[in-house]
């Protein structure tokens, strides 16, 4: 079987579910399904595979919140070299889409990969403990403190630190 790295067909607009074609997009309503990824990954594609604003297909897969293709995508990381902490167009992490959305099983799963980056920033000055506090995500944010070498007091590009944003909102 040919490998899918040098396919036409983008990996990250599989998971989005659009197929792009030369006249627009036309859904592809299997897109979530952990069977399409998992045959996908297993017959190569590229997992780290960026669209137009820096997404990978985690990225996608954890705005969508497609638990079990994060999963999938997780499993497959020593295999297919899964970049776990790379950033958007403006420097957001699938982690920093999960502590937004509020998704603290998949901030759990993310949280268990080693080398996760708890205090990447973004372009903001935001880590993910900030995105936290400022959504009220409480949970999220206690499991945050919980992590070895996490920046409590890391300060954004407006002079905030987690806690100011959490007092405020």
Request: aromatic share 8%.
């Amino acid at each position: 079987m040919n490998s899918f790295t040098n396919c036409d067909i983008s990996f990250v607009g599989v998971i989005m579910g659009l197929f792009a074609s030369h006249t627009g997009s036309v859904k592809l309503f299997a897109s979530h399904k952990t069977d399409v990824v998992a045959f996908l990954v297993s017959s190569g594609a590229n997992v780290n595979k960026q669209n137009s604003w820096g997404e990978t297909p985690l990225h996608l897969a954890v705005r969508n919140n497609y638990e079990d293709v994060v999963k999938v995508l997780l499993n497959s990381k020593e295999n297919n070299n899964l970049q776990v902490n790379q950033q958007n167009n403006t420097g957001q992490s699938a982690l920093y889409y999960a502590c937004y959305c509020g998704q603290i099983n998949i901030v759990e799963l993310l949280l268990q990969q080693n080398g996760t980056d708890v205090n990447a920033v973004a372009e903001n000055g935001w880590t993910v403990l900030h995105v936290a506090c400022q959504y009220g995500q409480t949970n999220i944010v206690e499991l945050l403190l919980q992590q070895n070498g996490i920046d409590a007091n890391k300060v954004n590009l407006k002079g905030d630190t987690p806690l100011h944003l959490a007092v405020r909102n």
